[in-house]
T-cell receptor, first 111, second 113 residues
Framework: QKEVEQNSGPLSVPEGAIASLNCTYS??????FFWYRQYSGKSPELIMF????GDKEDGRFTAQLNKASQYVSLLIRDSQPSDSATYLC???????????FGQGTILTVHP | DADVTQTPRNRITKTGKRIMLECSQT?????MYWYRQDPGLGLRLIYY???????NKGEISDGYSVSRQAQAKFSLSLESAIPNQTALYFC????????????FGAGSRLTVL
């Protein structure tokens, strides 16, 4: 079992819809959870991160953690074509610092 | 100027050649990482360094070596490149305190023929 798994997609949603991206992790000791966005040929850029103690909302983006089921979600409301990218999930044990990434989910938002 | 600079950005080389990818940063972060990205496989950790005297292997270190010349510089070497090392390589930095956010360089695309 991979430490961090994502559905590689592609996930296709219409413009204005909610895109839901999921990520499962195997290490119950994981403390921090990150979502990165990566456009084709570019480097990953941080969207948001959450700790194990709660969810977070930032503009159109919401990250949610389900510790019991060991998955973290990223919701993108009012999806725009500019949101089309690969979304990478990463987790870490806070005290250790090393991030482990999933394989990424390709999101396509069509007009 | 970019906070994390990788050179070269693109390199085509032949099997058996030695290649060095360089990374320098102006963020003042102690921690530096080298990741490799292949289509459908996400980012896989090659090596990481928590300070100048600390070097650690990641999950796919075979065939690679690194050098931490200074707090700001972390180089990745392929002693004898092989075609399956064709990939996009990213350097990243991370501060020691607070959230473990990684800041990535622009990437180095390596093709081994």
């Amino acid at each position: 079992q991979k430490e961090v798994e994502q559905n590689s997609g592609p996930l296709s949603v219409p413009e204005g819809a909610i895109a839901s991206l999921n990520c499962t992790y195997s290490d119950r000791g994981s403390q921090s959870f990150f979502w990165y966005r990566q456009y084709s040929g570019k480097s990953p850029e941080l969207i948001m991160f959450i700790y194990s103690n709660g969810d977070k909302e930032d503009g159109r983006f919401t990250a949610q953690l389900n510790k019991a089921s060991q998955y973290v979600s990223l919701l993108i409301r009012d999806s725009q074509p500019s949101d089309s990218a690969t979304y990478l999930c990463a987790v870490t044990r806070t005290s250790y610092g090393k991030l482990t990434f999933g394989q990424g989910t390709i999101l396509t938002v069509h007009p | 100027d970019a906070d994390v600079t990788q050179t070269p950005r693109n390199r085509i080389t032949k099997t058996g050649k030695r290649i060095m990818l360089e990374c320098s940063q102006t963020k003042g972060h102690d921690r530096m990482y080298w990741y490799r990205q292949d289509p459908g496989l996400g980012l896989r950790l090659i090596y990481y360094s928590f300070d100048v005297k600390d070097i650690n292997k990641g999950e796919i270190s075979d065939g690679y070596s690194v050098s931490r010349q200074a707090q700001a510089k972390f180089s990745l070497s392929l002693e004898s490149a092989i075609p399956n090392q064709t990939a996009l390589y990213f350097c990243a930095t991370q501060r020691t305190a607070g959230a473990n956010v990684l800041t990535f360089g622009a990437g180095s695309r390596l093709t081994v023929l």
